[in-house]
């Protein structure tokens, strides 16, 4: 299992940024980020290859976020621009642990999950 740790949320204003990060204790896996907010199911964000070379996006957030990662501090990185009061939500990591260069954009395609940071912004 691998242990997967958010942070960076917080409480910004519309048009703001922030990024997010998820550090992973161990493995260099796929990796993607999700949210949620209450009464919704979790929906995708963005996911990013093993070796970084493939991403993808939800379309409601392209040009707006990136995913990237640093393949020596075992962290991926989800920079979010321009942020929507729609954007609010707990934004969880996720890793899968399946062999080979790939993106994954489906919460059953992940074997582990973070604890989730809150992001709220104000309109």
């Known amino acids: 299992q691998v242990q997967l740790v958010e942070s960076g949320g917080g409480l910004v204003q519309a048009g703001d940024s922030l990024r997010l990060s998820c550090a992973a204790s161990?493995?260099?896996?796929?990796k993607g980020w999700f949210r949620q907010v209450p009464g919704k199911e979790r929906e995708f964000v963005a996911a990013?290859?093993?070796?970084?070379?493939?991403?993808d996006y939800a379309d409601f957030v392209k040009d707006r976020f990136t995913i990237s990662r640093d393949i020596l501090k075992n962290t991926v990185y989800l920079q979010m621009n321009s942020l929507k009061p729609e954007d609010t939500a707990v934004y969880y990591c996720a890793a899968d642990r399946r062999v080979g260069e790939h993106v994954v954009n489906v919460v059953g395609g992940y074997d582990d999950w973070g604890q989730g940071t809150q992001v709220t912004v104000s309109s």
């Open positions: 161990a493995g260099t896996y796929a």
């Open positions: 990013i290859s093993w070796s970084g070379i493939h991403t």
